[in-house]
């Protein structure tokens, strides 16, 4: 049985198309999306029907948008190529909590890498923010640098935050580089004071392959914080909501059928 793909909906749990109700838990298992997403509401020239796009909120914490981004940032890791694997710790006898240590120590990591790029010219990165046991922050990096010996990247963290351990070793195998992203992103979903649990470098990532894009000539486009399901229900009730991508619909008001006109019918009028 083939692998479902994170991009594309499961097609045994939503239907191409639907009538919109008042019934909101049918709709939520026709979209089965981000619980928290907005909507795009637009004219589509290319169907001439009006039609509503599902805007994903993108937290890594997101039960619905979390799986998709790591899938994605695991793909683009592999593509980029990292050459070793950094776990930066903190030492939890200076700090009170995890909020302290990471307020703190998360301005040092730019200084870190301006001396890195200074003394080893490249220092590309992406960078995983995880939590330990006792709620003390610690960073894995997989970096595109030459050799750094693991004695000055510990001299350089110690002098920054007071802890002297880091780890530091070669990245030889393209998907052991992606396993190892989704390793550390899967295993802790939530962090209560901060949604930027992963960043990178600007130069850490090839350009990306240009790829076709849906392309329905949208015009008189309105945002709502509202769900999907929520603007149907409110602004489309009684509308044929059809698919047009993993998570777009087109919106067509529903027409009284009209019985078709046959010879015998021009006989009965008088």
Known sequence: MPKQSYE??????RRTHFLVGRNKDH???????????????????TYGLPIIIALGCKRWGCTHCGPIRTAQLARNVQRAAPTKFITLTTDSKLWKNGRQAFDAIRRKLPTLTKQLRKEHQTFEYVRILELHKNGMPHWHLLARCPYIPQN??????????????????????????????????????????????VSWSK?????????????WHLTNKTYEKESPETVMQTQFFGHTAKRCGPYAWTM???????????PDDSSDVQ
């Open 8 to 13: 594309t909906p499961p097609n045994d749990a």
């Open 27 to 45: 709709l939520e298992r026709q979209i089965q999306g981000c619980p928290w997403s907005s909507t795009l509401i637009a004219d589509s020239a």
């Open 152 to 197: 000055t990247l510990s001299n350089k963290w110690r002098q920054l935050t007071g802890s002297p351990i880091v780890d530091i070793r070669a990245a030889t195998n393209g998907p052991h580089a992606a396993r190892y992203v989704m390793k550390y992103l899967t295993k802790c979903k939530y962090i209560e004071w901060t949604n930027r649990r």
């Open 203 to 215: 130069n850490f990532f090839p350009p990306q392959p240009p790829t076709e894009k849906e392309n």
């Open 252 to 262: 067509a008001p529903n027409r009284p059928l009209q019985r078709p006109s046959t």
